[in-house]
């Protein structure tokens, strides 16, 4: 077999929202909006510099179906970059950028060739001996297992399976064409380039299966370092190396607070933190999610003045490093136990509070507000299993300490 390389990439979602930073601050999400596009074009310049022989796409190059045309035309732009270079790019649908779901198109140059949709198909690079077997999606959603279906290898070429899939399962990645790994093995391919679940992972080496993760974060359960995967292949070994592209970057960082900790040394701890992100996000802009956990005696200050905190956090995050962002501020914060019981005949407004708090008509009372908020929330935010980002239980007992506030004054 003869030497080559080539980029595995997959779930470019180009044209992504950022609906929930955009909620929180417009321009954090505008500069996320514009490193997923910044990203893609690090690879390919990356792709050009290296002369790869090809380029793999396998899955979800846009988010959703276009407003208008601008999407469309910045992927031309990069795959005619592509074309002049002389690189062929392979590319399938996934969900998010399924048959049904792209309605607007923009035409791309000759060097890009699409898998079809209604069946595997097969594409070969002669001078290479190389050939590509792949379907991709004709709807969003997509529950058959179409690994089974692909053809058998070229005998004498290297043979490479394109497929958006979550195998038998990844949390918290929808499942779509599902299949196992000797379903995989069972075509006898070479290597497995995968796409749909968005952290690099080498799912196995004999044939390699990989995932290469997307390249760009999307909300903080996507956090590290993102890109695609630069394969050389030489007499038929394969090597894989990691193209981090990535250009802004989400974290987390929970922080243990301690039942005396005053607000200055609570802030003095969320900038350390910070700083310490800072050091590894590799000079990237970085949206930080921040919690603070346990047992204090300003718990009530910090319901009755949560804004103030969630500026305060910022600030010492901004005391840290220009370019770190507070995404959200989680306050897990619990009432220490009480030194004294109440003396007779006053009323203990917590112990009141917190046995009504678990009534069942409470509750759905509860749900039926938060049903008559969602429908009123720009379009997909509130789509996930806790529209509010929060629990009921947590909104309760968030309301629970913030009548206490009120009723006993905060710290």
């Known amino acids: 077999m003869s030497s080559f390389r080539f980029i595995h990439a997959a779930d470019l979602h180009l044209g992504s929202p950022f609906q929930g930073l955009a909620l929180k601050d417009p321009d954090i999400a505008a500069i996320f909006v514009e490193a997923s596009r910044k990203a893609f074009s690090t690879?390919?310049?990356?792709?050009?510099?290296?002369?790869?022989?090809?380029?793999?796409?396998?899955?979800?190059?846009?988010?959703?179906?276009?407003?208008?045309?601008?999407?469309?035309?910045?992927?031309?732009?990069?795959?005619?970059?592509l074309e002049r270079a002389a690189i062929p790019v392979y590319l399938l649908r996934g969900n998010h950028d399924a048959l049904s779901v792209i309605t607007?198109?923009?035409?791309?140059?000759?060097?890009?060739?699409?898998?079809?949709?209604?069946?595997?198909?097969?594409?070969?690079?002669?001078?290479?001996?190389?050939?590509?077997?792949?379907?991709?999606?004709?709807?969003?959603?997509?529950?058959?297992?179409?690994?089974?279906?692909?053809?058998?290898?070229?005998?004498?070429?290297?043979?490479?399976?394109?497929?958006?899939?979550?195998?038998?399962?990844?949390?918290?990645?929808?499942?779509?064409?599902?299949?196992?790994?000797?379903?995989l093995r069972s075509r006898g391919y070479d290597y497995w380039a995968l796409g749909h679940v968005h952290e690099f992972e080498e799912v196995a080496t004999n044939p390699p299966i990989v995932f290469p993760g997307n390249?760009?974060?999307?909300?903080?359960?996507?956090?590290?370092?993102?890109?695609?995967?630069?394969?050389?292949?030489?007499?038929?070994?394969?090597?894989?190396?990691r193209l981090i592209v990535d250009e802004a970057r989400f974290a987390m960082v929970e922080i243990a607070v301690d039942v005396d900790h005053s607000s200055l040394e609570i802030l003095q701890r969320v900038e350390a933190a910070a700083r310490s992100i800072r050091a590894g996000a590799d000079g990237r802009t970085t949206a930080l999610r921040v919690r603070l956990k346990g047992p204090s005696r300003l718990h009530r200050n910090f319901t009755a003045n949560r804004?103030?905190?969630?500026?305060?956090?910022?600030?010492?995050?901004?005391?840290?490093?220009?370019?770190?962002w507070l995404e959200k501020l989680e306050l897990q914060i619990i009432e220490p136990p009480l030194m004294t019981e109440p003396a007779d005949g006053i009323l203990d407004l917590g112990r009141l509070v917190a046995e009504h708090g678990k009534d069942a008509d409470l509750q759905t009372e509860a749900q039926i507000l938060i049903s008559s908020i969602v429908p009123r929330l720009p379009a997909g935010i509130g789509a996930g299993d806790l529209p509010l980002d929060i629990s009921?239980?947590?909104l309760i007992e968030e309301a629970r300490q913030l009548l206490l506030a009120r009723g006993a004054g905060a710290d």
């Not at 690994?147 to 490479?160: D, Q």
């Not at 804004?307 to 370019?323: M, N, S, T």
């Open 392 to 394: 009921v239980d947590a």
């Open 307 to 324: 804004l103030q905190w969630i500026d305060e956090v910022q600030a010492a995050c901004h005391r840290a490093h220009e370019d770190i």
């Open 43 to 81: 690879l390919v310049s990356r792709a050009i510099e290296l002369g790869v022989d090809f380029f793999i796409i396998a899955g979800d190059v846009y988010d959703g179906d276009w407003k208008d045309n601008k999407i469309g035309l910045f992927f031309n732009r990069e795959m005619a970059r």
């Open 215 to 241: 390249l760009q974060g999307r909300s903080v359960r996507e956090v590290g370092a993102k890109g695609a995967l630069l394969v050389t292949v030489d007499d038929g070994r394969v090597e894989l190396e």
């Open 104 to 183: 607007k198109t923009i035409s791309l140059p000759s060097n890009v060739h699409e898998f079809p949709t209604s069946k595997p198909g097969s594409m070969s690079i002669e001078g290479l001996r190389v050939t590509l077997h792949g379907q991709g999606f004709a709807e969003r959603s997509a529950n058959d297992n179409l690994a089974l279906s692909y053809p058998a290898p070229v005998k004498g070429y290297f043979n490479i399976g394109v497929l958006h899939t979550s195998l038998t399962g990844r949390e918290p990645h929808a499942s779509y064409a599902p299949c196992s790994l000797d379903d």
